[in-house]
């Protein structure tokens, strides 16, 4: 058996031979480094085996021949491409562009373009001065490997440089995007885009068609680098999907050609439902006052506002329950929910509606209908802050009598936003307020009106359905019918409210003692 403390000597005595053995085999002077390295561990770990010292030679190469076996198979079956010398030579691929400054610009757009895999070898072993063996060690990859990565980066970056590219509408005129959803719980996927335009021209950019990341990048203007978590992040949450090495975004969006096309063609009917609805409440004011609802004898314009506001709210229940599909889709974060996106969302309404169903309060109901541009009642105090609306209910109800401390705080924070007045030590809220038996006399005189608005809106809606195809991409086409019933808060509601201020039917010199466009429904 071979000596072991003859082992290193013997080692460094065959290695020019492995290597000249290794480099005759391989492409490369690397390749060849490598191969020998293997073929000498497999010598050491094996030499115990060999009983006459005369039989070294012999089973030296035939170690040598299994290992290269090995070695050369593995290569085949992973079909890497040639690897060369000229893969290391750091002058032909940085120092001589650097006096050109053409040529540098056009460097870095492409390294801007190279995804993370090829850009992190670049970058380690170019710029950082990382040996093959570092960033091995980094990347947590075999030094083959890093090897491929840095030649593929180099025939990628070449070709790129001796290609013409142009950079997107986008990279200069940016999109501004809001999601819309509607469904259980929290709208989760605002955060993702809200005030953020990185995600919101990938959204647009992947709308009509389906892009690479490479594609993307030049789209909308911005480096790889700063869009791979972008992309990630839309990609976990459902807003686009991956097919191959394309993205395509997966929600309709209201652009402003579809919005505009739709509004001219039912411009019309929403002044109609406009019309007829001041109408309506002028020939039936008498009788609603006559209920006898807590403020039924507030000011006309405030009167108008808040009939307005009930008559809305009531109209949505029932488009709600006509139009929208029974089963929502579930979103990514478990939820049922339609989402979709907006180019230029209207915001003229915040509608929110408490009730014991949703267990937001104790009891009664809670309805409001801000009016975004000019800002009267505000839903997110009393949303944010479930205890206050709890005892705007019970201060309705007379069910509040010696006020504690937090319950003082309470009323002078009412008082301060004006749902209550305090007149003499006596305070009163500003806000109608109905028991169970008022709001169903009301909702009695508002049925006639209600059920034309219905045929009115069942003509919109087919409009809607029949534009929208026109400005959605084929893989969307199944969501269209689902999506549009989702415009018609924004096409009848909000259009409803904007033709009638702007025919002046609706003023907003609000009184200062009256909230109109929020109200109450006590339980009897």
């Not at 082992?7 to 002077?29: E, G, H, P």
């Not at 411009?267 to 039924?296: C, P, T, V, W």
């Not at 007379?398 to 504690?404: E, S, T």
Request: aromatic residues 12%.
């Amino acid at each position: 058996m071979l000596e072991i403390d003859n082992l290193d000597d013997k080692m460094a005595s065959i290695s020019r031979s492995v290597l000249s053995y290794c480099i005759a085999r391989t492409s490369n002077q690397h390749d060849a480094e490598d191969l020998a390295q293997d073929i000498i561990v497999e010598l050491i770990k094996s030499v115990t085996n060999i009983r006459d010292e005369k039989a070294f030679y012999g089973f030296m190469w035939a170690v040598a021949g299994n290992v290269y076996a090995a070695w050369y198979r593995k290569r085949s079956k992973r079909r890497n491409c040639e690897l060369t010398e000229d893969i290391f030579d750091e002058v032909d691929c940085f120092e001589n562009i650097n006096n050109r400054n053409d040529e540098l610009y056009v460097l870095r757009r492409e390294l801007s373009l190279l995804t993370e895999k090829y850009r992190k070898a670049v970058i380690l072993y170019y710029l950082e001065n990382k040996s093959c063996i570092e960033i091995s060690s980094l990347l947590g990859i075999s030094e083959s490997m890093v090897k491929y990565l840095l030649f593929k980066a180099r025939k990628i970056l070449k070709e790129g440089m001796d290609m013409e590219r142009s950079y997107g509408e986008q990279s200069y005129n940016p999109k501004t995007l809001e999601l819309m959803y509607m469904g259980e719980g929290p709208n989760q996927f605002w955060k993702i885009t809200n005030d953020k335009k990185i995600p919101q021209n990938i959204l647009f950019a992947c709308y009509n068609d389906s892009l690479t990341e490479e594609e993307i990048s030049l789209q909308i203007g911005v480096a790889l680098p700063y869009l791979e978590k972008e992309i990630s992040t839309l990609l976990k949450a459902g807003l686009i999907i991956k097919n191959g090495y394309k993205y395509s975004t997966n929600i309709i969006i209201f652009t402003k050609e579809f919005k505009n096309e739709l509004d001219s063609k039912i411009m019309k009917r929403q002044e109609d439902i406009a019309d007829k609805l001041y109408r309506y409440i002028s020939d039936n004011e008498e009788k609603i006052r006559s209920i006898g609802f807590h403020l039924s004898d507030m000011s006309r314009n405030s009167f108008y506002w808040h009939i307005t506001c009930v008559t809305m709210n009531y109209l949505f229940g029932k488009i709600t329950e006509k139009f929208t599909p029974w089963e929502s889709p579930v979103t990514a974060f478990g939820e049922k929910a339609y989402v979709w996106g907006d180019e230029s969302p209207r915001g003229v309404l915040n509608t929110c509606n408490m009730s014991k169903y949703d267990e937001c309060l104790i009891e009664g109901e809670l309805h409001f209908l801000d009016y975004l541009p000019h800002i009267k009642s505000d839903s997110n105090v009393f949303y944010r802050n479930l205890k206050l609306a709890n005892f705007l209910v019970k201060l309705a109800s007379n069910k509040v009598h010696n006020f504690n401390e937090y319950e003082k705080e309470f009323m002078a924070e009412l008082i301060e936003k004006g749902y209550a007045i305090n007149e003499n030590g006596s305070v009163s809220l500003s806000l109608p307020v109905y028991s169970q038996s008022q709001i169903k006399d009301l909702f009695s005189i508002l049925d006639p009106i209600i059920y034309v608005f219905l045929d009115i809106a069942s003509e919109i809606m087919k409009i809607i359905e029949k534009v929208l195809k026109n400005h959605t991409p084929t893989h969307l086409k199944q969501q269209i019918t689902s999506i549009a019933c989702m415009r018609m808060f924004d096409d009848i509601i909000c259009a409803t409210i904007e033709n009638m201020r702007d025919k002046d039917y609706l003023k907003v010199n609000w009184n200062a003692n009256e909230m109109p466009t929020v109200y109450l429904v006590l339980e009897e």
